[in-house]
């Protein structure tokens, strides 16, 4: 193998490599532009419409709903949430844990739902939360 050859080979694999990186880094700003939002201008109104329906209900959901807020919107989807449950609900972070505890009034006290109703209920609860901030949308 000659010298001519050995710096020919190693420019073509180098650029291969460039090239390479290129497009991952095309790729990964892709991605960082949908998760702005900025590549939502090729999207269709009606999907729009819905990405932004989930990311209210979530906000609604997250931020005020658990957290204790007592605005009309959350108390509508409470309220809802209790009707369609037949109980009084309480949903709280305690202090020394990471998931959400949700607490059904009943004579006796309060008491701890369990695992399986808590998703039947955060279910429900996700479902009246898109279909109420859906309603409200223009």
Do not use: C, H
Not at 11 to 40: F, I, S
Not at 126 to 138: K, P
Request: glycine share 4%; net charge neutral.
């Amino acid at each position: 193998m000659s010298v001519k050859s050995f710096y020919i080979r190693n420019m073509l694999l180098k650029y291969d490599k460039q090239l390479v990186t290129a497009r991952r880094l095309a790729r990964y700003n892709q991605a960082l532009k949908m998760a702005r939002g900025d590549g939502e201008e090729t999207l269709p109104p009606d999907v729009k419409r819905g990405i932004m329906v989930e990311r209210i209900a979530r906000e609604v959901m997250e931020s005020l709903l658990l957290s204790g807020s007592d605005n009309p919107v959350v108390r509508e989807i409470k309220e809802q949430l209790e009707r369609e449950v037949g109980e009084k609900l309480t949903f709280t972070y305690p202090p020394t844990e990471l998931d959400l505890q949700v607490y059904r009034e009943t004579p006796d006290g309060t008491v701890e739902v369990t695992p399986a109703e808590k998703m039947v209920i955060m279910e429900k609860l996700w479902q009246i939360s898109l279909d109420r901030v859906n309603a409200t949308m223009l």
